[in-house]
């Protein structure tokens, strides 16, 4: 069956230091892949987008990788900060449309100051 | 330009109640989906309307249903509630379907249906 898998517990880290959080699928062959963040009770809000034929995607502090061989996207923040403390949905889609946007449980982040 | 409003933010239902909830999306924009978001799951698609139809649902039972509007806006229903209904629901729209110049999909503040 179709999967997405995302570390679900809490990362902890540093301020300052480079959050990384995983977004591993099984059985998709997705167009594109999207982060989300998400705040306590709030919807998620869009952050980036990588499409199947993109191996690198950055948006000032933040970046995003997409294997498709290892089925995995990475998801980093550079100079991390208390602010961006949240939780962090990956999000992907098949179909070329919205149809099928299926999300990951999430990563919370959580950046010590 | 205003956002993804949903209404109402809060509802406190019992079981075997029905609950409708309320969308409009970003002006322009034609697509609307719902989401359901029960604590600590993710985000489970629901229904997809696109130009007043129903272009897509997800595994969800017959008793969630809704509707779009002529001027886009929807409404989720949900009948015969059950304890498990309780979540946050989620509204987001976005273009006709098919990718926008960035393909992201704008999310409403939710609306918390608790059931007891």
């Known amino acids: 069956s179709q999967k997405i898998e995302q570390n679900s517990e809490a990362l902890n880290i540093q301020e300052g230091k480079t959050a990384t959080l995983t977004c591993n699928y099984t059985n998709y062959s997705p167009a594109y892949l999207q982060w989300y963040r998400q705040d306590p009770g709030r919807g998620p809000v869009f952050l980036l987008l990588?499409?199947?034929?993109?191996k690198e995607k950055r948006k000032e502090r933040l970046k995003v990788t997409f294997d498709t061989t290892l089925k995995q996207s990475l998801f980093h923040i550079t100079a991390s900060q208390p602010a961006d403390s949240a939780t962090y949905l990956c999000a992907l889609d098949e179909s070329g449309g919205y149809q099928k946007v299926t999300f990951g449980i999430g990563t919370k982040l959580q950046v010590i100051p | 330009e205003a956002g993804v409003t949903q209404s109402p933010t809060h509802l406190i239902k019992t079981r075997g109640q029905q609950a409708t909830l309320r969308c409009s999306p970003i002006?322009?924009?034609?697509?609307v989906y719902w989401y359901q978001q029960a604590l600590g799951l993710g985000l489970q698609f629901l229904l997809w309307?696109?130009?007043?139809?129903?272009?897509n649902r997800g595994n969800f039972p017959p008793r969630f249903s809704g509707r779009q509007f002529p001027n886009y806006s929807s409404e989720l229903n949900v009948n015969a509630l059950e304890l498990e209904d309780s979540a946050l629901y989620l509204c987001?729209?976005?273009?006709?379907?098919?990718?926008?110049?960035?393909?992201?999909?704008?999310f409403g503040e939710g609306s918390r249906l608790t059931v007891l």
């Open positions: 309307y696109d130009e007043g139809e129903e272009r």
């Open positions: 002006s322009g924009h034609t697509s």
């Open positions: 987001a729209s976005s273009y006709a379907g098919g990718l926008s110049i960035t393909g992201e999909l704008f």
């Open positions: 990588i499409r199947e034929n993109e």
